[in-house]
């Protein structure tokens, strides 16, 4: 059964620095990687979609990679501003054709002004 | 259009009452999905519907009976619920089981369960 880690469980940073969130995952068999925001209380916003075949994707301040071999992704954030304070889910889509995705706990941002 | 839409936004239900959680998407997508998150808690697949038909069922209880009457088009059937029932209900759509793109959610529905 696919597990999905988040390390840190929480962050808080001044604004203006560049952070990096973790996300490891037990079965390298998956079809994509997605990162997602969510701010308190709704739902969730779709930031970034990594591909299997894909090594990165960029948006904005945003650049998403993935090792699929080993079981990890990173998300960079680029000069964080308190607007980004949300919590960032990182989910998988494993296996087969019929699968939702698996999420992992959450790492909760703060950007402290 | 990348927009799914749910309602109500926010529901509160007796035990014994019957009520119905909506989701809608106009992209054309073929599989819809329903995921409930506790607080603080990440989303949990509960059902996946591919071409309105149910695919996965993650041995949710039969009080949730879900229903795709078309292609746009995800309800969530409520019955006999628990208090431990109270959750965000998260619906999203994506373009097809077989086509691994990404997943586009709602904003949810705020279920209390008094």
């Keep these: 059964k696919q597990e999905v880690t988040q390390i840190p469980a929480a962050l808080s940073v001044p604004e203006g620095e560049n952070l990096v969130l973790n996300c490891s995952f037990t079965d390298s068999a998956i079809y994509n990687l997605q990162w ?16 299997s075949s894909q090594r990165e994707q960029t948006s904005g301040r945003l650049n998403a990679s993935l090792d699929k071999s080993s079981g990890r992704s990173t998300l960079y954030i680029a000069a964080s501003q308190p607007g980004d304070s949300a919590t960032y889910l990182c989910a998988v889509r494993s296996g087969g054709g019929a699968d939702g995705l698996t999420f992992g706990k959450g790492t909760h941002l703060i950007i402290q002004p | 259009d990348t927009e799914v839409t749910q309602t109500p936004k926010h529901l509160v239900m007796g035990m014994t009452n019957k009520k119905s959680l909506k989701c809608e998407q106009h992209m054309g997508h073929r599989a819809m999905y329903w995921y409930k998150q506790k607080a603080k808690k990440p989303p949990e697949l509960m059902f996946v519907y591919s071409y309105e038909k149910l695919s996965i069922n993650e ?23 628990q208090p431990e029932d109270s959750a965000l209900y998260l619906c999203a759509s994506s373009r097809g089981l077989a086509d691994p793109r990404e997943q586009y959610f709602g904003p949810g529905t705020r279920l209390t369960v008094t």
């Design chain 2, 59 to 81: 041995s949710v209880p039969s009080r949730f009976s879900p229903e795709c009457p078309n292609s746009s088009l995800l309800n969530l059937h409520l019955h006999a619920l």
């Design chain 1, 36 to 51: 997602f925001r969510q701010d308190p209380g709704k739902g969730l916003t779709s930031l970034l979609l990594i591909q």
